[in-house]
C-alpha cells in the first residue's frame, strides 16, 4: 500500500525532471487531512491564483528548493 506522501514526493520528483520548477494546486478548506498532507510535503499558502468559485484554498510548492 502507498504512502500518499511518499506518493507526492515521487509526483513531485518527476515533475521537477520534467523541467517544471512551481506547482500550483486549489482545494476546499473543508479538505483539512488534505491540505495538512500538502503542507507536510512542501506547499505553502499563497494568493487566489485562478477564477475557481469552488476552491478556497491556494497552494504552491517551488520545486527548486524542494526534493
Known sequence: IWDS????????AYTKECGYDKIYLDSLSISK????L????????TEKYNLSVSSDIF???DLENQI
Open 33 to 36: 487531512k488534505t491540505i495538512m
Open 38 to 45: 500538502y503542507c507536510r510535503t512542501g506547499f505553502v499558502y
Open 5 to 12: 506522501k511518499i506518493l507526492i514526493q515521487q509526483l513531485l
Open 59 to 61: 497552494m504552491l510548492i
